[in-house]
């Protein structure tokens, strides 16, 4: 059974950093797309980065420069440098993988975490 964990959400100051983590399980190796996704109160979810099984990698426009997507295949692991943080990046942080076809940034994934909260205060 496919498992994607999520950690390292939480809070901090406008222009602060935090790191996410994905522990992927059940299946998901490094032969799959995946991505971070996110939910703001109020707001439709968005996809955020998005990193192909060779290790491209794409991005939403408002965090180009400010956040970088990795991923470690030895540890089945998928990673979200945030830096230069933002009030508008509060939201829930959703790991996600297999691309199945559909546009990344409206969720074309076929698995998902559960979410770690990332709260940016001004």
């Known amino acids: 059974q496919v498992q994607l964990v999520e950690s390292g959400g939480g809070s901090v100051h406008a222009g602060g950093s935090l790191r996410l983590s994905c522990a992927a399980s059940?299946?998901?190796?490094?032969?799959?797309?995946m991505g971070w996704l996110r939910r703001a109160p109020g707001k439709e979810r968005e996809g955020v980065a998005q990193?192909?099984?060779?290790?491209?990698?794409d991005y939403v426009d408002s965090v180009k420069g400010r956040f970088t997507i990795s991923r470690d295949k030895a540890k089945n692991a998928l990673y979200l440098q945030m830096n230069d943080l933002k009030s508008d990046d509060t939201a829930m942080y959703y790991c996600?993988?297999?691309?199945?076809?559909?546009?990344?940034?409206?969720?074309?994934?076929?698995?998902w975490g559960r979410g770690t909260q990332v709260t940016v205060s001004s």
């Open positions: 059940g299946g998901i190796y490094g032969s799959y797309c």
């Open positions: 990193i192909t099984w060779d290790g491209a990698t």
């Open positions: 996600a993988a297999v691309c199945n076809g559909r546009d990344w940034r409206q969720g074309g994934f076929n698995y």
